[in-house]
């Protein structure tokens, strides 16, 4: 296993484990036994960075993290996040400071820790200026209950104000082959202040794994139900960048999902994705993909198609992308 530092000394196995869909997002629950299992599997195979949300469940997840790592805890980084009413991210953001306390307190008890190692806002609360969230977080710091500072989904003015009040270990948000907007402004500021980056949905909701296509159903608690790339004329459009994908795993010996990590690597030293998924297997084909590496001239070859390959849809229904990027 490689290994990649987040900000200036967090340092994780280059690849993570996303442990959301285990509890929360897409469909059912698995077994708690087997989601133990799943975990212990994942951090027998190298990697050391596991991401979890109070949200995920709600709590159900973290409660997972928790138990499946304690054996090994000393040995892992463990993510979480705070920043919805009572946990639910149906409700409204809620990033006061006394619920960034309690919701750490909590978080420690169901994690079964002392310290959160990685302490993100999830979504930027626009009722609570950002200097109290990230002073917040600070003093949790210096108490020695969260070790480092992490913002998901935030956009440019709100990294610079948080990073001005507390450091900023790292930025978690949407970014894959099918999402490539952080590139525009929040890949240079990063590299401005030595941020991290953490992509989530690296395999696009599992659609870049080539195993979706427009056919596809979903269960009825699945996200991607409401997501508009998704719709099913939405698939068929976007299965030419699966179907590229597809051409070049031959070529390198790999799978559609493992090219598509591949590339995140090489796009910048400081990007660290989180694929999660609910299957043995396909944990070790993502795990497997720090073994594909890929060439200058084929990143090369892969702009050139890309650039004749429009995605369809957007990739978050209207409500909840008016959250993102303030």
Not at 7 to 22: A, K, P, W
Request: charge should be negative.
């Amino acid at each position: 296993m490689d290994y990649r530092v987040l900000g200036n000394d967090l340092t994780v196995s280059s690849i993570g484990y996303g442990c959301m869909g285990l509890s929360f997002g897409y469909g059912p629950a698995t077994d708690k036994n087997y989601g133990i299992r799943l975990i212990r599997e994942a951090y027998e195979q190298g990697v050391t960075f596991f991401d979890t949300a109070e949200v995920y469940g709600p709590f159900d997840n973290e409660k997972l993290v928790g138990e499946a790592l304690e054996p090994i805890r000393d040995n892992v980084v463990i993510a979480t996040k705070f920043g919805f009413k009572d946990g639910d991210s149906k409700k409204e953001q809620d990033s006061r400071p006394e619920t960034i306390r309690k919701v750490a307190e909590a978080s420690l008890k169901r994690l079964r820790t002392d310290v959160i190692d990685l302490f993100y806002q999830h979504r930027v609360d626009p009722q609570v200026p950002m200097e109290d969230v990230a002073g917040t977080v600070k003093d949790l710091i210096k108490e020695g209950k969260v070790k480092h500072f992490g913002l998901s989904e935030a956009g440019v003015e709100s990294i610079r104000r948080a990073y001005a009040e507390q450091p900023v270990t790292a930025l978690q948000s949407e970014y894959s082959l099918w999402w490539r907007e952080p590139e525009k402004e929040i890949f240079p500021l990063l590299e401005e202040l030595g941020i991290g980056f953490v992509p989530f949905s690296p395999l696009g909701k599992g659609f870049l794994t080539g195993k979706i296509d427009a056919d596809t159903t979903f269960s009825e608690n699945d996200f991607r139900n409401i997501v508009p790339r998704f719709t099913e004329e939405n698939r068929k459009a976007n299965q030419k960048l699966v179907d590229l994908l597809g051409e070049i795993a031959l070529e390198k010996g790999g799978t559609p999902a493992q090219i598509a990590l591949a590339w995140i690597w090489a796009q910048r030293p400081y990007l660290v994705p989180i694929p999660g998924t609910t299957k043995s297997h396909r944990l070790k084909e993502n795990i497997g993909a720090v073994d594909i590496h890929l060439t200058p001239a084929d990143l090369l070859k892969m702009e050139e198609a890309l650039a004749g390959i429009e995605i369809k849809g957007d990739r978050y229904p209207k409500k909840l992308q008016q959250r993102v990027g303030n």
